[in-house]
């Protein structure tokens, strides 16, 4: 007698009883990744993504992005891919100095760039035979998850990555379901365009809003002091319009899901 799904799933085997096993190339790409995120945090890279870092170092920044303005940009997109590859936080934090050191449209288009392709290779590599055999081992609540972006899952994808879910969980979970890439990299490059170019409004509105702290923070340094520190609340910036503003696009991003299920319940109450 054949295992059923619920049986398989727990027990690492596939619906016809057949054992699950991962190769070492399968697991590699995923192991690399878990090793290179824990180089960075050992080494206290990932402190270095912040609004703090790049203000300190401004004038040296802006004289190799006028030097060097391709290479300037081609690094800092090649930087957010690595932050999202490596699921680091920052994600808006890189948006934000995108707008900041190069303007909101170059800014928003470079930042878009590396969140997407970011996400696609962390998304690929979850879904390598090691992804599946997660989802096997999944608990329930993941299962019903991954059922409903099989449903619909450029409306899923759409609704999650306009919502505050972490990213990098939008990135792993279509994979476990088994989403196709061309529906992932749709979803996801359209459903960030928002809050990417939000972030980089910001970014490239800073100037005013940091003046008065670059100067304090200067002036420290200039004393000698060894507790000057340069801060600026990026959350205080996400003013009560621009949540809203991004909770209806959520509602929007959630109508056609809506409208799929209504249609469907009606049809099955019909017959």
Request: net charge positive; proline share 4%; hydrophobic share 55%.
């Amino acid at each position: 007698m054949l295992p059923d799904r619920q049986t398989a799933q727990q027990d690492g085997t596939d619906p016809r009883g057949r054992k699950y096993r991962i190769s070492v190339f399968q697991a590699l790409p995923l192991v690399v990744v878990i090793a290179a995120a824990a180089v960075v945090y050992a080494l206290g890279w990932h402190r270095h993504i912040s609004l703090e870092a790049v203000i300190r170092h401004r004038s040296a920044i802006e004289a190799l992005i006028a030097a060097h303005t391709p290479a300037a940009i081609a690094a800092y997109v090649a930087a957010y891919i690595a932050v999202v590859s490596l699921s680091l936080p920052g994600g808006a934090v890189m948006s934000t100095i995108g707008g900041f050191l190069f303007g909101w449209l170059v800014g928003g288009f470079a930042a878009l760039a590396g969140a997407t392709a970011g996400a696609t290779i962390i998304f690929l590599i979850a879904r390598s035979a090691f992804g599946e055999y997660l989802l096997r081992r999944a608990g329930p609540v993941l299962h019903r998850l991954a059922t409903g972006f099989r449903n619909d899952a450029f409306g899923y994808l759409m609704f999650l990555r306009l919502s505050p879910v972490p990213f990098w969980i939008v990135n792993l979970v279509p994979a476990l379901a088994n989403i196709p890439l061309r529906t992932f990299f749709g979803a996801t490059a359209i459903g960030i365009i928002p809050a990417t170019f939000i972030f980089a409004f910001i970014g490239a509105g800073l100037d005013g809003a940091i003046a008065d702290q670059a100067a304090a923070y200067r002036a420290c340094m200039s004393a000698g002091r060894s507790d000057c520190r340069l801060e600026f609340d990026l959350h205080a910036a996400l003013t009560g319009k621009v949540l809203i503003a991004l909770g209806a696009l959520c509602v929007l991003a959630l109508i056609p899901v809506a409208v799929r299920h209504w249609r469907a319940r009606t049809r099955r109450a019909n017959t």
